[in-house]
């Protein structure tokens, strides 16, 4: 099973500020890698699939980059509807499988 | 526009079964595979099971394999997880997901609590 680590856990930025999250494979998954975003009592939403291509709706402050094993989304200028959950999520290999998330707080 | 409506969830005693149901719309069902996907309070997301667009291709969980069920009827755009032998474990919001290689859409999901 391929693990994906998410780093870091909890991230505190604010209004305005760039938000970085990492996200690394236990192998490579070449780029098929995609991002999801929760907020609370909400099913998660696609934002990035392969590894750097939004999805339909998905403003252009939200960015993906990286390939094999390590994986990066940006997102340019927080909005205050962007403090949320993150999820990386690999779809190359069997059982499909999910980083533990990273939270984006209000700092 | 896609819509994915699950139900069936509940209270349910340890060892119990229930059926959910994922019921779509907005989209080309048959042509599509999905998946459930769960999530335990407060943690992350994880596949339990998955089907093909025709049903002759399926997945389980490690967690989940021989107690689960999943099975679709493309003449009513719906697909279905059988639980059985439920334990706190599967305590969890299962969400239904149609698949294009990465998870394009998900319900809005039904929760599952395995209690006495």
């Known amino acids: 099973e391929i693990v994906m680590t998410q780093s870091p856990a909890t991230l505190s930025v604010s209004p305005g500020d760039r938000a970085t999250l990492s996200c690394r494979a236990s192998?490579?998954?070449?780029?098929?890698l995609a991002w999801y975003q929760q907020t609370p009592g909400q099913a998660p939403r696609l934002l990035i699939y392969?590894?750097?291509t939004r999805a339909t709706g998905i403003p252009a402050r939200f960015s993906g980059s990286g390939s094999g094993t390590e994986f990066t989304l940006t997102i340019s200028s927080m909005q205050s509807e962007d403090f949320a959950v993150y999820y990386c999520?690999?779809?190359?290999?069997?059982?499909?499988?999910f980083g533990q998330g990273t939270k984006v707080e209000i700092k | 526009e896609v819509q994915l409506v699950e139900s069936g969830g509940g209270l349910v005693q340890p060892g119990g079964s229930l059926r959910l149901s994922c019921s779509a719309s907005g989209f080309t069902f048959s042509s599509f595979t999905m998946h459930w996907v769960r999530q335990a309070p407060g943690k992350g997301l994880d596949l339990v099971s998955g089907i093909n667009n025709n049903g002759n291709s399926i997945f389980y969980s490690d967690s989940v394999k021989g107690r689960f069920t999943i099975s679709r009827d493309n003449s009513k755009n719906t697909v279905y997880l059988q639980m059985s032998s439920l334990g706190a474990e599967d305590t969890a919001v299962y969400y239904c997901?149609?698949?294009?290689?990465?998870?394009?859409?998900w319900g809005q999901g039904t929760l599952v609590t395995v209690s006495p």
């Open positions: 192998q490579s998954v070449g780029s098929k």
């Open positions: 392969g590894a750097s």
């Open positions: 999520h690999q779809y190359n290999d069997w059982p499909r499988t």
């Open positions: 997901v149609k698949v294009s290689a990465w998870y394009d859409n």
